[in-house]
């Protein structure tokens, strides 16, 4: 799913749009950010477009598009696991 809109006094987290892909897939090209990534080459536009659309749809997971001085910073693709939340703790 997609994240609220949060403003910080540096830094702002927002929902992304289907705009942003063009610009992500440039972000491919850095080796800096792909080495962890399982992905080698670089996805096409319509291949980002449509992992933001499932990325949206996915209830365990959460993505924003970090914006530092109005310009996007970073991967979007920062998706995170927010797992299920249980009330009780489970024994290990």
Known sequence: MYGPVIQGKLVRLRPPKPEDAEVMIGWFEDLETTRFLALQNPPSIEMEKQWLETTAKD??????????????????????????????????
Not at 63 to 89: N, Q, T
Request: aromatic share 6%; charged share 25%; glycine share 14%.
């Open 59 to 92: 209830p365990n997971s959460v993505i924003w598009v970090m914006e530092v001085g109005g310009s996007r910073s970073g991967r979007p693709g920062f998706a995170r696991s927010i797992g299920k939340m249980d009330s009780e703790p489970q024994a290990r």
